[in-house]
């Protein structure tokens, strides 16, 4: 299973930037979708998450701000990220939760975030 990950950038405060991942490969369904996200010398953290059904976790600091969806069709998860804050910056990282026989999960190469203030 493959996930590729796109859409990251440089932006200036209050700008947005729209994040894509695409899974691809051998597997029965993705129970999850989602991202997380690694800035500099802290530890990896989970962004929002989209559950096979549509429900969602979103962390506190992203609430109203960043939006997830999900093409099912496309195995295709989408975040629209406005007012972004240079808090923000961060390497993004897509994950995957599949099921093919047994639950698995996968990790995106990652995609650089910068804001700017």
């Known amino acids: 299973v493959q996930l590729q990950a796109s859409g990251g950038g440089l932006v200036q405060a209050g700008g947005s930037l729209r994040l894509s991942c695409a899974a691809s490969g051998s597997f029965v369904s993705i129970n999850i979708m989602g991202w997380y996200r690694q800035a500099p010398g802290k530890q990896r953290e989970l962004v929002v998450r989209?559950?096979?059904?549509?429900?969602?976790n979103y962390v506190d600091s992203v609430k109203g701000r960043f939006t997830i969806s999900r093409d099912n069709a496309k195995n295709t998860v989408y975040l629209q990220m406005n007012n972004l804050k240079p808090e923000d910056t961060a390497v993004y990282y897509c994950?995957?939760?599949?099921?093919?026989?047994?639950?698995?999960?996968?990790w995106g190469q990652g995609t650089q975030v910068t804001v700017s203030s």
């Open positions: 989209i559950i096979n059904g549509g429900s969602t």
């Open positions: 994950y995957a939760r599949v099921f093919r026989g047994h639950l698995e999960d996968f």
